[in-house]
């Protein structure tokens, strides 16, 4: 059996499926085995997740459909160059369902056909269904999910085409994770919600650390993340700091969590020096649905996660409303569609350098969390001309 420690208590959790810590209900994580980081690899490398399964709770194969490996890209413009700066895009929108949950829900999924789980539920405002639903096909497993009524219906579409069956939820995402766990705790089912509630989503997130830390060969100088409850930031750092147990790196990145100015309860701790994260009452919501989240409820997952960017010397930055969209464009005139949660850590790496957090020489990365299919920008007025003949093209060319 694996072992999950409380961060609160310490206490170590050893029955499966492991959620929450059965002593005093705190957040869990994963405890790797004592076998070195990738030593178990054979010489010619298992391919994606399967290369890191000794940091893994899976026993087995992970069943695969080729998430991992994503390009860590450089998108370094003049200035950076000058200063000696480079600014790295780490391509999780490109993974198969298009969004980084796909590694969490790979290892989840597996680990719950390996313990024999024929059901599973989970909160979602699109990513993490679709993402299930995806995996749970692959492993056998039937999968419902509680989506927010405004979730987009690119991601409600791709969900029902993997298979799952869903329901919305009146209100916001907090309200569709507080149905989930009610659900889950009566009828003794695996909640794959993508917060803490699910230890092996997180693990499974760690190997974007690793392959950051692989493909460098060093860790950054810093690694901005857009976070909702903020499980990829925890997982990001877990990653390190295993990494630098076994002396495969020097160093912990400084870790920034980026929150949309219309839902940022995590900042807005940062800002006033708190230890303790309040739940949000957000007026409007935000285009940035993946980081659309209040934390009612759940706003332990905050405090660990504000915890975590202090002690890297970090930051938690807001991005404005008309700044995500501006960024959203600007990453798509580097080649690269994503959603606008997404561009987030080109406001925040700005913002930062502006700052002094972030210095000349420093290598940066920021984590693009998901393809901008799943959740486009709203703001296109995009009417194009009507052309019948060839020669009606130069006009078009003259604007």
Same mark, same amino acid.
């Given at each position: 059996m694996?072992?999950?420690q409380?961060?609160?208590?310490?206490?170590?959790?050893?029955?499966?499926?492991?959620?929450?810590?059965?002593?005093?209900?705190?957040?869990?994580?994963?405890?790797?085995?004592?076998?070195m980081l990738?030593?178990?690899?054979?010489k010619?490398?298992?391919?994606?997740?399967?290369?890191?399964?000794?940091a893994?709770?899976?026993e087995?194969?992970?069943?695969s459909?080729?998430?991992g490996?994503?390009?860590?890209l450089d998108?370094?413009?003049e200035?950076e160059?000058?200063?000696?700066?480079?600014?790295?895009v780490?391509?999780?929108?490109?993974?198969?369902?298009?969004?980084?949950k796909?590694?969490?829900?790979?290892?989840?999924l597996?680990?719950?056909r390996?313990?024999?789980?024929?059901?599973a539920?989970v909160?979602?405002?699109?990513?993490a269904?679709s993402?299930?639903?995806?995996?749970?096909?692959?492993n056998g497993?039937?999968?419902?999910?509680?989506v927010?009524?405004?979730?987009?219906?690119?991601?409600?579409?791709?969900?029902?085409t993997?298979?799952?069956k869903?329901?919305?939820?009146?209100?916001g995402?907090?309200?569709s994770?507080?149905?989930?766990?009610k659900?889950?705790?009566?009828?003794?089912?695996?909640?794959?919600?993508?917060?803490?509630?699910?230890?092996?989503?997180?693990a499974?997130?760690?190997?974007i650390g690793?392959?950051?830390?692989e493909?460098?060969?060093?860790?950054?100088?810093?690694?901005?993340?857009p976070?909702?409850?903020g499980?990829l930031?925890?997982?990001?750092?877990q990653?390190?700091?295993?990494l630098?147990?076994?002396?495969?790196?020097l160093k912990?990145?400084?870790?920034?969590?980026?929150?949309?100015?219309?839902?940022?309860p995590v900042? !807005?701790?940062?800002?006033?020096?708190? *230890?303790?994260? %309040?739940?949000?009452?957000?007026?409007e &919501?935000?285009? /940035? $649905? =993946?980081?659309n989240?209040?934390?009612?409820?759940y706003?332990?997952?905050g405090?660990?996660?504000?915890?975590?960017?202090r002690?890297?010397?970090?930051?938690?930055?807001?991005?404005?409303?008309? !700044?995500?969209i501006?960024?959203?464009? *600007?990453?798509? %005139?580097?080649?690269?569609y994503?959603? &606008?949660?997404? /561009? $987030? =850590?080109?406001?925040?790496?700005?913002?930062?350098?502006?700052?002094?957090?972030?210095?000349?020489?420093?290598?940066?990365?920021?984590?693009?969390?998901?393809?901008?299919?799943k959740?486009?920008?709203?703001?296109?007025?995009?009417?194009?001309?009507t052309?019948?003949?060839?020669?009606?093209?130069?006009?078009?060319?003259?604007?």
């Open positions: 694996f072992k999950f409380c961060i609160q208590c310490g206490h170590i959790e050893k029955k499966e499926p492991a959620s929450r810590c059965g002593k005093c209900g705190g957040i869990l994580v994963f405890k790797n085995q004592d076998s990738g030593e178990d690899r054979p010619e490398r298992a391919r994606g997740l399967n290369r890191y399964r000794s893994l709770p899976v087995g194969e992970i069943r459909l080729g998430e490996n994503t390009p860590l998108i370094s413009g200035m160059q000058k200063e000696g700066t480079r600014l790295l780490k391509c999780e929108f490109m993974n198969p369902t298009g969004s980084f796909d590694r969490g829900m790979s290892v989840s597996s680990r719950a390996e313990l024999g789980i024929k059901k539920v909160a979602s405002v699109g990513n269904s993402s299930a639903a995806a995996y749970g096909a692959l497993i039937s999968i419902y999910a509680a927010p009524e405004s979730t987009t219906v690119s991601k409600v579409y791709q969900a029902l993997y298979g799952a869903l329901f919305k939820v009146p209100g995402y907090s309200d994770h507080e149905l989930v766990k659900i889950c705790a009566e009828r003794g089912l695996l909640n794959l919600t993508t917060t803490f509630v699910n230890p092996y989503n997180v499974g997130f760690k190997t690793y392959e950051i830390a493909e460098l060969k060093k860790a950054p100088d810093a690694v901005l993340i976070i909702g409850a499980p930031l925890a997982a990001v750092y990653a390190f700091r295993e630098q147990e076994k002396k495969q790196v912990i990145p400084k870790l920034v969590g980026i929150q949309s100015a219309r839902c940022c900042v !807005d701790a940062w800002k006033e020096g708190k *230890e303790k994260v %309040e739940p949000y009452c957000m007026k &919501p935000t285009i /940035a $649905s =993946g980081i989240d209040e934390l009612r409820g706003t332990d997952n405090d660990y996660v504000l915890k975590l960017i002690e890297t010397g970090g930051a938690a930055i807001e991005i404005p409303e008309e !700044d995500v501006r960024c959203t464009h *600007e990453m798509g %005139e580097k080649g690269l994503v959603e &606008p949660a997404s /561009a $987030s =850590g080109l406001y925040a790496f700005r913002k930062l350098r502006e700052q002094g957090v972030i210095k000349a020489q420093d290598t940066v990365v920021m984590i693009a969390t998901g393809s901008g299919l959740n486009p920008v709203k703001d296109f007025s995009f009417k194009p001309p052309i019948t003949e060839a020669d009606q093209f130069q006009e078009i060319t003259e604007e």
